[in-house]
């Protein structure tokens, strides 16, 4: 790879330079090596766990058989019976194809330990309500040590690589790795049926000892919810199936993780609260803790579908790191606000990372996605359907609204780092919005030992109504922190090594009061 884009260079990106997505072919579902992460510390996280005697509805009981290709009656009948006395759904001796399962309140899902409930590889008879799915539900356990299988790469095309990428390049260059990533992505094939399990407008969730593996869409939906603990948990998931975030918090209150090991193509945690999810009010008391998050996108992130306010979250001594594979993680602390969303009160401490390409990522933005898109259309391509015209709301009702404010992130350490923290606002028609008090404290950053392409612009372009992303702003000018339209930003203690060679200035500080 050459180490510097000349003028030519520059015109062919600007003219030709199409985002990569595979939308023809048919589903492939071959394994490449190092699609799953070599690293899978399962034994630190599950446990065996003793089997309850005690009003069990044992689901081989109802009829369900592991030879069978759809078990969904049988255990739906399970659900029923254990509803009614508020007792324990036992799922126990081997995989059990099935469709959807409607859990109901007051029930307790025992996946036992070397056993599983799995989707089908078709697609069929899902609806995108996932393989369990509740909704109005309260007082609901999933637990046992077993596990919720996906299939995920029965779900997307073949990427355009024959294998993973696994050495880096001998030049950074930010432009090169974003098609890299995305030349080994999965791209849904229409047959995806959604995620493993999906709550919603639920109370009261408990998941604890308990696995989530091969997601082919998101993985861990949590909409509207309100009170959910979730600990001693993991989501391994294929790393190149397109759109398999981790656990996705939308428009939900008071939720504590603690100890979970995710792993997974998308981004790992993700808070998102938007009307066309379906969310129609703030969400706060999100506290993550303890977790180690493998992501090929953001390890933790607010964002973007963000209409209603997020506020009061806390993150602390997790650890963010790629293995294998190359790209490294995207951002690994992205907190943004692209649709309209106040996000504020965020904090962010004791985290270690490896091979996280841009350590931080604060990014508001006006992408106004609302005016443009509804519950119908925003998933549309992803689940082979064309895009319906229309938004959720008015055009102007989170127009400019958007702010994010009061965020603290300290005691980070950064290994191999590969573009800078950035902190941006906007300027669009003619109206700047500005991040607005932002903290960096003891941070320790270690670039990542290669050259940089030289890819000097005359100017950053503003992005305001784009996908918000730390790739999206390409080869900076600065390696430690580049800092756009934010008013009382704080570096203290900012600790970050110079790349081996490099036409870059630590900081590069435009329109930061």
Known sequence: MKDRRNTVDKLKT???????RITKGDAYPSVYDYDFSSYYPQEEYIKLQRVPSDNVYDIRDFGADCNSDDNADAINSAVKAANETGGTVLVSGGDYVTTTVFLLSNVTLFIEYGSSLSSNKSGVGYNH????????????????????????????????????????????????MRRDYRAQIRFAHESKYGGPIYFKNCRNITVNNFIIENAAH????????????????????????????????????????????????????CIKNA????????????????????????????GTETTFDIRNVLVEDCSFLMTDVYPGTVSGI???????????????????????????????????????????SANAVEFGQKKKKGGSAPADAFDMRGEVKNIVIENITADNAEIPCIIAGFTQNKKTKYVTNVTLKNFNIKYAPYKEIYDKRAFIPEYSDVYPEAWRFRNLPAYAVWARHVKNLKLLDFNCSSPR?????????????
């Open 14 to 20: 600007l003219l030709f330079g199409k985002d990569l």
């Open 129 to 176: 309500l996932g393989i369990l799915h509740c909704d109005g539900g309260e007082n609901i356990t999933l637990t046992g040590g077993g596990k919720v299988k996906g299939n995920g790469e029965y779900f997307g095309r073949k990427p355009l690589l024959d294998a993973n990428m696994t050495e880096h390049p001998d030049c950074i260059d930010v432009i090169q």
């Open 218 to 269: 998101w993985s861990f939906r949590i909409e509207n919810c309100d009170t959910v603990n979730i600990s001693d948990f993991i989501i391994n998931n294929n790393r190149n199936v397109a759109n398999s975030d981790g656990l996705d918090i939308a428009g939900t209150s008071n939720l504590t993780a603690v100890h979970c090991f995710i792993s997974t193509a998308d981004d790992g945690i």
């Open 275 to 302: 009307v066309w999810l379906g969310n129609h009010s703030a969400m706060e008391n999100i506290h993550i803790m303890n977790c180690e998050v493998i992501s090929r996108a953001n390890a933790f992130k607010i």
């Open 334 to 376: 992205a907190i943004e606000s692209a649709d309209g969303s106040c996000v504020s009160d965020v904090t962010v401490r004791n985290v270690t990372m490896n091979r996280v390409t841009c350590p931080v990522f604060i990014r508001l933005c006006n992408r106004n996605r609302a005016a443009v898109v509804t519950s119908e």
């Open 501 to 513: 060679s490099t036409w870059k200035q630590e900081y590069v500080m435009e329109d930061v009061i």
